[in-house]
C-alpha cells in the first residue's frame, strides 16, 4: 500500500521557521501532485500549498511570501519551509498527494499529521 510520513512539526516561538518533510513509499507508478494542508482546532481543514511533479506551486494567501514548498521527485518527497511563523499558523499540518499505483489509479493519499504549535 501507499504510506505517507510527515516529520518536522514542533514548538517554535512567533517569528521562527520549521521545516515539514512527507516522504510517499509504497508500489507507486506516477505522482501528479503533493501538498499541505492544516487544520487549527475547531476550524476546517485548509490548503496551504501544493505542488505539482512539473513544478507549479499555489500558495494559500495567508502564507504567501513566508512559506516555500519544493519537492525531490527522485524521493517522492514534499518540503515545507515555514518562516516567520505566526501563532495562528498554529494547528496540525497534513499531507495530501495524488498518486497511482499499479494497481489503483490516481486517488488522494493522506498522511497522519504532524502538529505544529507557534508560541506568541
Known amino acids: 500500500q501507499v504510506q505517507l510520513v510527515e516529520s518536522g512539526g514542533g514548538f517554535v516561538q512567533a517569528g521562527g521557521s520549521l521545516r515539514l518533510s512527507c516522504a510517499a513509499s509504497g508500489m507507486i507508478s506516477d505522482i501528479n501532485a503533493m501538498g499541505w494542508y492544516r487544520q487549527a482546532p475547531g476550524k476546517q481543514r485548509e490548503l496551504v500549498a501544493t505542488?505539482?511533479?512539473?513544478?507549479?506551486?499555489n500558495y494559500a494567501d495567508s502564507v504567501k511570501g513566508r512559506f516555500t514548498i519544493s519537492r525531490d521527485k527522485a524521493e517522492n518527497t514534499v518540503y515545507l519551509q515555514m518562516n516567520s511563523l505566526k501563532p495562528e499558523d498554529t494547528a496540525v499540518y497534513y499531507c495530501k498527494s495524488e498518486l497511482g499505483t499499479f494497481t489503483w489509479a490516481r486517488r488522494d493519499y493522506w498522511g497522519q499529521g504532524t502538529q505544529v504549535t507557534v508560541s506568541s
Open positions: 505542488i505539482t511533479m512539473g513544478g507549479t506551486t
